[in-house]
C-alpha cells in the first residue's frame, strides 16, 4: 500500500472554460496546487505504473476557519467534493502512479477540516485489489 500526505491549500479542479478564440482554457489559480501534488507524487511513486484492479482512499484537509461550529469536523460546502478529487487523479496519473485512472475500481474521499495546530492538505492511500 501507498499512502502519502501532501501539505498545501487544497483547490477544485476548474472546469475548462470557452476562451475568445473559439478554444479552451483552465484557469491559472488551480496550477500551484496541481503541480505540488504532482511533484510529491513523482518522489514517492512506485517503480513502474500500477496496472490492475486499485483502491483509491483520499483524505482532503482544508484550511480551519477563524470561526467553526462546535465539533464540526466535517466540510460541507464548497468547493464540491468531486471537483476537489479529481485535482488529485488527474495529478497521480500525471506522476505515474498508475497506468490510467481508470485503474481504480474502488475509492473514497472524504472532506474535513483541519485540527488546531495541523496543516491543512491531502493524505492519499492507494492499494492493488484483488479481482474475485
Known amino acids: 500500500m501507498l499512502t502519502l500526505r501532501i501539505d498545501g491549500v487544497p483547490e477544485a ?7 475568445r478564440n473559439g478554444g479552451y482554457y483552465s ?11 504532482v511533484w510529491a507524487a513523482r518522489c514517492n511513486r512506485p517503480d513502474t505504473p500500477l496496472d490492475g484492479p486499485l483502491a483509491l482512499d483520499l483524505e482532503i484537509i482544508f ?5 467553526l461550529k462546535k465539533n464540526q469536523v466535517l466540510k460541507w460546502t464548497k468547493p464540491d467534493l468531486d471537483n476537489a478529487s479529481k485535482s488529485i487523479w488527474d495529478a497521480l496519473t500525471e506522476a505515474g502512479w498508475w497506468v490510467d485512472d481508470a485503474r481504480v475500481s474502488t475509492a473514497t474521499a472524504r472532506k474535513r477540516y483541519a485540527a488546531v495546530g495541523e496543516a491543512p492538505g491531502v493524505v492519499i492511500g492507494l492499494r492493488e485489489i484483488k479481482d474475485s
Open 27 to 37: 484557469p491559472h489559480r488551480q496550477g500551484a496546487w496541481y503541480q505540488t501534488i
Open 63 to 67: 484550511p480551519r476557519p477563524k470561526v
Open 13 to 19: 479542479w476548474a472546469r475548462p472554460r470557452p476562451g
